[in-house]
């Protein structure tokens, strides 16, 4: 079989935790994954976005680890009176050095748009969080043939604010997660490509030779060889199976350079 493409991008697995876990939960599973990885190849970065009350707990685990700590979402404003959110800074003063923007659940249940997930990406690099974006289609767009179109659209309102040079992009068609139901190695390496092709054409080679792309929707050890073998996917945003130190660290493992 095919291993995972080489590039000069750095691999990075991520696991989404959405609203699962509680303190002590959150503590054993972090312990597992960061005792998991430690004899794992540098070559890999790790992530675990672990939700609000639970970051300072997982950052006390993964201090002088090799595994990062992000947060699910941010508010776009620095401060102020928005009961219930959460800025920037402070996910940066608790430890987090990443932020998803844009996961379709906020999109879906939040009603954010292509506009305000911009907005959150520019306040993420504002206090230096690396932002991963999430863009993908419904399975109803992509019915109607209309997946590029879609993914055209989330990236142009991103690149239409200026995309911050630490960017990550995740490419999460929304038929795909929490279903089992996982994008074939094409639909993802011609969505990643399509991704990658938009960026060069507005940003130039070099950034969009620089720009991670991850893959999310299902991902689990048993498919994700398949996927990290094509051709710009640099890594994986894990839901369900990042619940699970080990399918998670089997993830790792799998989607590693030279696994
Ligand atoms: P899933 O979720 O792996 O459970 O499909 C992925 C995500 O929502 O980021």
Same mark, same amino acid.
């Given at each position: 079989?095919?291993?995972?493409?080489?590039?000069? /991008? !750095?691999? &990075?697995?991520?696991?989404?935790?959405?609203? @699962?876990?509680? /303190?002590? +939960?959150?503590?054993?599973?972090?312990?597992?994954?960061?005792?998991?990885?430690?004899?794992?190849?540098?070559?890999?970065?790790?992530a675990?976005?672990?939700? =609000?009350?639970?970051?300072?707990?997982?950052?006390?685990?993964?201090?002088?680890?090799?595994?990062a700590v992000g947060?699910?979402? &941010? @508010?776009?404003?620095?401060?102020?009176?928005?009961?219930?959110?959460?800025?920037?800074?402070?996910?940066a003063? *608790?430890g987090c050095r990443y *932020?998803?923007?844009? =996961?379709?659940?906020?999109?879906?249940? =939040? +009603?954010?748009?292509?506009?305000?997930?911009?907005?959150?990406? &520019?306040?993420?690099?504002?206090?230096?969080l690396i932002?991963?974006?999430?863009?993908?289609?419904?399975?109803?767009?992509?019915?109607?043939? !209309?997946?590029?179109?879609?993914?055209?659209?989330?990236?142009?309102?991103? &690149?239409?604010?200026?995309?911050?040079?630490?960017?990550?992009?995740?490419?999460?068609?929304?038929?795909?997660?929490?279903?089992?139901?996982? #994008?074939?190695?094409?639909?993802?390496?011609?969505? =990643?490509?399509?991704?990658?092709?938009?960026?060069?054409?507005?940003?130039?080679?070099?950034?969009?030779?620089?720009?991670?792309?991850?893959?999310?929707?299902?991902?689990?050890?048993?498919?994700?060889?398949?996927? #990290?073998?094509?051709? +710009?996917?640099?890594?994986?945003?894990? +839901?369900?199976?990042?619940?699970?130190?080990?399918?998670?660290?089997?993830?790792?493992?799998?989607?590693?350079?030279?696994?």
């Amino acid at each position: 079989m095919k291993g995972p493409v080489v590039t000069g /991008r !750095r691999r &990075l697995i991520a696991g989404n935790w959405k609203m @699962h876990l509680d /303190r002590a +939960g959150a503590r054993s599973l972090a312990e597992a994954v960061t005792a998991g990885v430690a004899a794992a190849t540098e070559a890999t970065e790790i992530a675990l976005f672990p939700s =609000h009350p639970l970051l300072s707990e997982v950052v006390a685990v993964c201090a002088g680890t090799r595994v990062a700590v992000g947060g699910q979402d &941010l @508010h776009p404003a620095e401060q102020g009176a928005y009961t219930g959110e959460v800025s920037g800074a402070q996910l940066a003063d *608790v430890g987090c050095r990443y *932020v998803l923007c844009g =996961h379709s659940e906020r999109r879906r249940d =939040h +009603g954010e748009d292509d506009q305000l997930v911009a907005q959150k990406m &520019l306040a993420a690099e504002r206090v230096g969080l690396i932002p991963v974006v999430c863009v993908g289609e419904s399975l109803e767009r992509r019915q109607a043939g !209309r997946a590029a179109e879609v993914l055209e659209n989330q990236l142009d309102a991103l &690149l239409a604010v200026g995309a911050p040079a630490s960017l990550v992009l995740a490419y999460e068609p929304v038929w795909a997660i929490g279903t089992g139901e996982v #994008a074939t190695p094409d639909i993802a390496e011609e969505a =990643h490509s399509l991704l990658r092709s938009r960026f060069a054409d507005r940003l130039g080679a070099a950034r969009a030779e620089a720009l991670r792309i991850l893959y999310g929707g299902s991902a689990k050890p048993d498919n994700v060889a398949a996927l #990290a073998g094509r051709q +710009g996917v640099d890594g994986f945003l894990v +839901g369900g199976a990042s619940l699970d130190a080990a399918s998670f660290l089997a993830i790792i493992a799998g989607s590693a350079p030279g696994a």
